[in-house]
């Protein structure tokens, strides 16, 4: 089972985008939710987790820009991203994840902030 992660694209310093991660495949409801990312030459960083209930989690660098959350009608997860700097530019990656543990990845989407 493979998520379907988009939305991202080019966006200049202060611009804001929404990307999505679709989970057709799964019982989405009964799954965490997080977004990574992972930006050239570093490791994957955890960015923001939205659990089955709601509760949302952020890296402390980016509390205040990032907001996750979900739709469990339309299987999908979303990371709205505000006020983005060209430290932001990543290739960022959804991931679903249940008790077993059981765990799902998105193919990725690149993000590049710049001007």
């Known amino acids: 089972v493979q998520l379907q992660a988009s939305g991202g694209g080019l966006v200049q310093p202060g611009g804001s985008l929404r990307l999505s991660c679709a989970a057709p495949?799964?019982?989405?409801?009964?799954?965490?939710m997080a977004w990574y990312r992972q930006a050239p030459g570093k490791q994957r960083e955890l960015v923001a987790t939205?659990?089955?209930?709601?509760?949302?989690n952020y890296a402390d660098s980016l509390k205040g820009r990032f907001l996750i959350s979900r739709d469990n009608a339309k299987k999908t997860a979303y990371l709205q991203m505000n006020s983005l700097k060209p430290e932001d530019t990543a290739v960022y990656y959804c991931?679903?994840?249940?008790?077993?543990?059981?765990?799902?990845w998105g193919q990725g989407t690149l993000v590049t902030v710049s001007s």
């Open positions: 939205i659990t089955v209930g709601g509760s949302t």
């Open positions: 495949g799964i019982v989405f409801s009964i799954y965490s």
């Open positions: 991931n679903a994840v249940r008790p077993g543990p059981v765990n799902h």
